[in-house]
């Protein structure tokens, strides 16, 4: 049986992976304006009628008047929708606002607020089938702005993108006051995570506009963050790493503290990124060994060893068995452990499930049955 299976069968994969397609540090976002946009059957600029009300669904929807069909792209319906809609909203809409039908027959509308100033960000954006790095260099100078909802879209359109565009944006972002955005506890905490990265990859790509610039900041926000201090801290661990690779690595292990176990679980986030992306710079080993000593405390425990069983690194085996006698209260760290030994191909493994099958039967077997893992081995 393959690793990805015990794992899966683990309950491992169930946990939180980094993946190409979206930023960890940001959290949940809605779909951007553009994307809206170039995937609906018909987009329309319109103005209310009336104040929304609950329909059928329960769901508020309102009446519109179109004003303006926008032009027809590829994957837009042929012909022009009613004058009169109904659309669903997320809020009460005065006055003009643009509206999404979808390819269905007949659509589904959906409408968002929108003045002149958003609607022109709408028209503006570029399309989605450009080039990933060419659209975010034009979001980037949108990140901040003064209007909510086209600061929410830029950041949107940085949350969903592979890392490797980003990384293509850095000259773009080097523009943007990212070091003040990260210093400033007034920032939207998920915003100041990605800004964390941001800073850092823009101290790491060494562009023309971020010459100036260093990781200084990342570490002061680290420090600095008060006790209640949560989202973002994440962010701006991973911004570390990517600025400054060993070097920000020791200073991260150094501060990890079984008193702060938030920061454990974030330091985890930023090491598991780590392995994603940067294994050019930080060698995989060196973030195993970090990952390890995070495993020694039982705050993380069991996130650590399941990470550790994801990397492979089977020379904590004997750290990780250790965890069996130490945490007989604790059901999670002994599914993680048994899952661990039971993934590991070595014979120091096999031995450690033999010795824990004679001395605690009933535990093993019910940490097994509670992982689904196998009972052969």
Do not use: N
């Not at 042929?78 to 039908?101: C, M, S």
């Not at 930080?282 to 993380?300: D, H, K, Y």
Request: hydrophobic share 50%; charged share 20%.
């Amino acid at each position: 049986m393959g690793l990805r299976r015990l794992l899966t069968l683990a309950g491992v994969l169930l946990l939180p992976v980094i993946r190409a397609q979206a930023c960890p540090f940001c959290g949940p976002v809605g779909e951007s304006l553009s994307r809206r946009r170039d995937t609906a059957g018909y987009v329309c600029i319109a103005e209310a009628l009336d104040r929304a009300r609950p329909d059928a669904s329960g769901l508020l929807a309102g009446a519109f008047r179109v004003i303006q069909v926008l032009p027809h792209t590829p994957g837009r319906v042929e012909g022009d929708p009613p004058v009169l809609i109904t659309a669903r909203v997320a809020a009460p809409v005065e006055g003009t606002a643009v509206l999404f039908g979808s390819t269905d027959s007949p659509p589904l509308w959906t409408a968002v607020a929108a003045d002149e100033t958003l609607l022109g960000h709408v028209v503006m954006a570029p399309a989605i089938t450009e080039p990933v790095g060419e659209r975010l260099s034009w979001f980037a100078a949108r990140l901040e702005h003064p209007e909510p909802a086209i600061a929410d879209d830029a950041f949107a359109e940085f949350a969903v993108a592979p890392f490797p565009a980003v990384r293509e944006a850095a000259e773009a972002l080097a523009a943007r006051p990212l070091a003040a955005w990260v210093a400033d506890p007034a920032t939207d905490q998920r915003r100041r995570g990605f800004y964390g990265l941001a800073l850092g990859v823009v101290v790491a790509e060494g562009s023309s506009g971020g010459k100036r610039l260093s990781s200084a900041a990342l570490r002061t926000a680290l420090e600095t963050a008060g006790g209640d201090f949560r989202a973002g801290a994440d962010g701006l661990m991973a911004g570390i790493l990517v600025a400054e690779g060993v070097e920000g690595l020791d200073w991260l292990a150094d501060r990890a503290s079984p008193d702060r176990p938030v920061d454990q679980r974030q330091l985890l986030a930023a090491l598991r990124f780590a392995r994603e992306y940067l294994t050019g710079t930080i060698p995989p080993g060196r973030i195993s060994a970090v990952t390890a000593q995070l495993a020694q405390s039982p705050a993380v425990a069991a996130l650590a060893i399941i990470d550790l069983a994801r990397a492979e690194a089977w020379g904590e085996v004997d750290a990780v068995a250790a965890w069996w006698d130490a945490a007989t209260d604790d059901p999670l760290i002994r599914r993680a452990v048994a899952g661990y030994l039971v993934a590991c191909p070595s014979a120091a493994a096999r031995d450690h499930l033999e010795r824990i099958g004679r001395e605690d039967p009933a535990g093993l077997s019910a940490a097994r049955a509670a992982a689904d893992l196998p009972l052969g081995r």
